[in-house]
C-alpha cells in the first residue's frame, strides 16, 4: 500500500555531507514511524536511525551516532537524513523503511528501493 522512494544518493569524498530523502505515497505518513537502514557489500541489512510518527524520539545506531540527523516532515510525506563527516564505511545502499507499530524496535514493514551512497578515501 505505501511506496517509499529514496533519493540524494551519490559519490562524495570523506569528511563530506550527503541528505537523503524519502517521499512517501500511498497511506497516512504521519501515521508511520519511519527509519533508515542500509546495505553495504556482502554485508547484512543493519539499522542506521529511526524516527518516531511525531518526530519527537529519534533513534540511532553507534556507528553514524553525531554524525548523521534522521528529520521528517509530514506536510511534505517526507523523511531525511543528513549525513555528515561521512566515512568510506559508510558506503552502503541506503533504505527507506516505515513501521507502524515501533521506531524503537523498526523492523520494517514497507521499503524503499534504495539509494547508492558512495565515500571515497
Known amino acids: 500500500q505505501v511506496q517509499l522512494v529514496e533519493s540524494g544518493g551519490g559519490l562524495v569524498q570523506a569528511g563530506g555531507s550527503l541528505r537523503l530523502s524519502c517521499a512517501a505515497s500511498?497511506?497516512?505518513?504521519?501515521?508511520?514511524?519511519m527509519g533508515w537502514f542500509r546495505q553495504a557489500p556482502g554485508k547484512e541489512r543493519e539499522f542506521v536511525a529511526a524516527?518516531?510518527?511525531?518526530?519527537?524520539?529519534?533513534y540511532y545506531a553507534d556507528s553514524v551516532k553525531g554524525r548523521f540527523t534522521i528529520s521528517r516532515n509530514n506536510a511534505k510525506n517526507t523523511v531525511y537524513l543528513q549525513m555528515n563527516s561521512l566515512k568510506p564505511e559508510d558506503t552502503a545502499v541506503y533504505y527507506c523503511?516505515?513501521?507502524?507499530?515501533?521506531?524503537?524496535?523498526?523492523?520494517?514493514?514497507?521499503w524503499g528501493q534504495g539509494t547508492q551512497v558512495t565515500v571515497s578515501s
Open positions: 523503511a516505515a513501521d507502524l507499530r515501533s521506531a524503537r524496535a523498526m523492523t520494517g514493514d514497507y
Open positions: 500511498g497511506g497516512t505518513f504521519s501515521s508511520y514511524n
Open positions: 524516527i518516531s510518527w511525531s518526530g519527537g524520539r529519534t
